[in-house]
């Protein structure tokens, strides 16, 4: 990557950005295993080549940002299958160059598309851990923990090009105060995007009025919001975010099917059609919204409906 473009920058010139939606089912319509503790970290071990494709749809879609397949890249999962440190951090690297030969693919062929980002994808400790906790933030590290946990995939991921950093679905506000001392340090935009118990409180019960006050005045941070979270909440949750901070908004919630996650499966049955991610564009970009896209279960054709109506 020779040029890493600005994402609070992007924002100010232009009235929407679209992100891309799901990479993990994508991954699983076109064959992959994901019932894994590595998620779709673990096609970086396998197909890497499918993740760089998947990328290049979402932007063939209209998407303007990809996020890596870093979600669940960590060096301590890996090395449950046996991987060292440098090895695992070389597949965190590896996310961050396949989602930008999509883009530069995508460009070659669509020189009038960009300015497009690859947005360094950092799940939540939780996300390590595999089991939902992502979605209560039920656990408990020092500062310092959080920090020893996320620090070297962030480097990885900015020393290997990502554009921003995209800290998602984060469920704890200590892990978000400890994240946002590492964005900080790491020389890139950021955005902040929480899993939500309610429309007025993140999962670990924290309000979201914290949540803004905490983001607010930090300048690293390019947009705040939610992602993985059921359609029907993003308006409320936005709402409370607009009343407490002036940072642009971030949305990207599920297709509108729910998942236990417990059982790890997903309720077929949408509460919402697939066009109700588009439906919903206008109210996320009335309460704030700057960047919308898709989460689990969404695919380019929902990316594709957002994009043309956002």
């Not at 506000?173 to 929480?194: C, I, N, P, Q, Y």
């Not at 309610?198 to 939610?226: F, K, R, Y």
């Amino acid at each position: 990557m020779t040029h890493r473009e600005s994402l609070s920058g992007l924002i100010a010139r232009r009235a929407a950005l679209v992100s891309d939606g799901a990479l993990a089912t994508e991954l699983e319509a076109r064959g992959c295993d994901l019932n894994d503790s590595l998620w779709s970290a673990k096609v970086l071990l396998e197909k890497p080549a499918l993740i760089r494709q998947v990328h290049r749809d979402y932007f063939a879609a209209g998407a303007d940002i990809a996020t890596t397949a870093s979600y669940q890249a960590t060096p301590q999962g890996f090395a449950a299958r046996g991987l060292g440190r440098e090895e695992a951090l070389g597949l965190v690297a590896l996310s961050a160059r396949l989602a930008d030969e999509a883009r530069q693919e995508y460009l070659a062929d669509h020189p009038d598309a960009g300015p497009l980002l690859v947005g360094g994808s950092v799940g939540p400790y939780g996300a390590y851990l595999a089991d939902g906790s992502e979605y209560r933030g039920d656990y408990a590290l020092t500062p310092g923990e959080f920090e020893d946990f996320h620090a070297p995939r962030i480097a990885a991921l900015v020393d290997a090009g990502a554009d921003f950093l995209a800290f998602e679905t984060l469920p704890s506000f200590a892990e978000a105060k400890a994240l946002m001392e590492l964005g900080r340090a790491s020389g890139v935009d950021t955005w902040f995007s929480f899993s939500l118990r309610d429309g007025g409180h993140i999962s670990d019960g924290t309000p979201l009025a914290n949540v803004a006050q905490l983001v607010d005045g930090q300048a690293h941070v390019a947009a705040v919001g939610v992602n993985c979270v059921p359609l029907n909440l993003v308006g409320p949750a936005l709402a409370v975010l607009r009343r407490h901070t002036d940072k642009p908004l971030v949305a990207y919630p599920n297709s509108g099917e729910s998942y236990d996650p417990t059982t790890k499966t997903w309720n077929e049955v949408r509460t919402a059609a697939p066009s109700s991610l588009a439906g919903s564009a206008g109210e996320w970009l009335a309460l704030g919204a700057r960047i919308v896209g898709g989460c689990c279960r969404t695919t380019p054709r929902d990316i594709a409906h957002l994009a043309a109506h956002a």
